[in-house]
């Protein structure tokens, strides 16, 4: 997902409902939902080795940059 995606739906969200600005923010520990955390970081730009693999390899480089959101 790009970042632009990601904020639509934000910002999508927060249009339907402005109150949810005060809700905390979590996120799942892994794809099918089986526990939950809260996000306490804030996001960064950080770089991988390659963004197309499951697992990925932060990098010293400044190829394969991605927001990080935790």
Do not use: W
């Not at 990601?6 to 939902?33: A, C, F, M, R, W």
């Not at 939950?36 to 940059?65: G, W």
């Amino acid at each position: 997902m790009k970042l632009k995606e990601y904020l639509e739906k934000i910002n999508h969200h927060i249009n339907q409902n402005p109150k949810i600005l005060d809700l905390e923010v979590v996120y799942s520990t892994d794809e099918e939902g089986n526990g939950y955390r809260k996000v306490v970081y804030e996001s960064c730009i950080i770089h991988f080795e390659n963004l197309n693999t499951h697992y990925l390899q932060a990098s010293d480089n400044n190829e394969n940059p991605a927001i990080c959101i935790n």
